[in-house]
């Protein structure tokens, strides 16, 4: 079943890069933190946005190599730079919708959260490798011995306020993106994680079964 994991991690990571793209095309409303510092230096400094969330993955992996070694997986390695790569693959493709500026934005906006949401929890499902975020951010909890929301709350406030600073787009969608995000998310999690164990508890019991004969 080794493949069956690795095929919920991949469409997992191009289902959350579809919806982070989603969210860039409406990033007038405000987006993700950490998509925030991408844009203001893709803003400032050129490259591209999908460029700047590989660096920042692979900066954050470095430091919890050093940090904490368990997070850092396969998964976390490809997941810093097929994130970034898919994103800029489909704002290269460019066939998402432009932004209105009516209340429509709103809507698409909210099926990007929900659509990250999804894709993070079935690539998170597949269980072969934390995110560079998420890894990064367990790594400090864990050597400061505190609660992972409020050190996620701490550091994604920093990266926002470095992000605003150097004029990344925020406004209110990026105050409310954790509201939405986080319980699809955790509700994805769950049921793809329920259904993999049933794909694999069928394979192992024909398998027994086909030994058996």
């Known amino acids: 079943m080794f493949i069956t994991r690795w095929l919920f991690y991949f ?6 890069s579809y919806g982070i793209t989603i969210a860039l095309s409406m990033q007038h409303l405000g987006i993700h933190p950490w998509d925030v510092l991408a844009v203001a230096l893709f803003e ?7 460029s700047w969330a590989i660096i920042i993955s692979l900066i954050l992996i470095i430091v919890s190599w050093f940090l ?11 997941n810093g730079v097929l994130v970034g ?11 998402l919708p432009n932004a209105s500026f009516t209340w429509t934005d709103s809507l698409v906006m909210i099926d990007g959260m929900v659509v ?17 975020r998420d890894g990064f951010m367990l790594s400090i909890a864990d050597k ?31 105050l409310i993106f954790t509201f939405v995000q986080s319980p699809v998310f955790a509700y994805s999690f769950i049921r793809f994680k329920a259904i993999l164990s049933f794909i694999e508890r069928r394979h192992n019991t024909m398998k027994n079964k086909t030994e058996a004969v």
Request: glycine share 16%.
């Open 44 to 50: 400032k400094l050129g490259l591209s946005i999908g």
């Open 144 to 174: 400061m011995n505190a609660p992972i929301g409020r050190v996620r709350i701490i550091v994604e406030s920093f990266i926002l306020v470095i992000g605003f600073i150097l004029g990344g787009p925020v406004f209110w969608f990026t």
């Open 85 to 95: 790569a898919f994103v800029d693959l489909f704002l290269w493709i460019d066939f």
């Open 11 to 16: 469409i997992g990571l191009l289902t959350f």
């Open 68 to 78: 904490d070694k368990s997070y850092i997986k396969l998964g976390t390695f490809l």
């Open 116 to 132: 990250m949401g999804i894709g993070g929890g079935l690539y998170n499902s597949a269980q072969v490798g934390s995110g560079p």
